[in-house]
């Protein structure tokens, strides 16, 4: 019974998460050999319901998101918002970090973030599975579940 528990839990750490992401961008990444066939291409197909709440947009601004967090989440943080700062003059997370909640706020605020994370880390999973489908589709290969 013990390791029916741990599975589950470790099925919904956050490492595991961060691996189905970047699991699913390789594969994004992998299975996409032309990015710029994405282009003007609409998130949405005909009929479809927006399901995730993506910004409007095509499949290539959707493409370049995902590789750009799996970046992100490769390299660090610190990586990430210098390379911002640099292009954009804006705030970093580590400036920003640097105003501190009070020590009795923190376990709150962990928890608070890392249930926020694994919703977006789930969210992006997703993104990148449909946007991978979608591609084959568009060029005509495989099946939609492949």
């Known amino acids: 019974m013990m390791q029916i528990c741990d599975s589950y839990n470790q099925k919904n750490s956050l490492f595991n998460s961060m691996n189905r992401f970047i699991g699913a961008v390789n594969n994004m990444d992998q ?3 032309v990015p710029s066939l994405l282009r003007d291409v609409p998130l949405r197909q005909e009929g479809e319901k927006e399901v995730n709440s ?3 947009g095509d499949m290539y601004g959707s493409y370049v998101l995902l590789k750009s967090i799996r970046t992100d989440i490769e390299w660090g943080v610190l990586q990430a918002d210098e390379r911002r700062k640099e292009k954009h003059g804006v705030t970093t997370a580590l400036e920003m970090s640097r105003i501190e909640p009070n020590d009795e706020d923190l376990e709150k605020l962990f928890h608070f ?3 926020g994370l ?3 880390l789930s969210k992006l999973t997703r993104k990148a599975n449909t946007l991978t ?3 084959k589709q568009e060029i005509g290969i495989g099946g939609c579940g492949n």
């Open 31 to 33: 299975t996409i050999m």
């Open 54 to 56: 993506f910004q409007d």
């Open 113 to 115: 973030h890392l249930n």
């Open 118 to 120: 694994h919703t977006v």
């Open 133 to 135: 489908n979608r591609y």
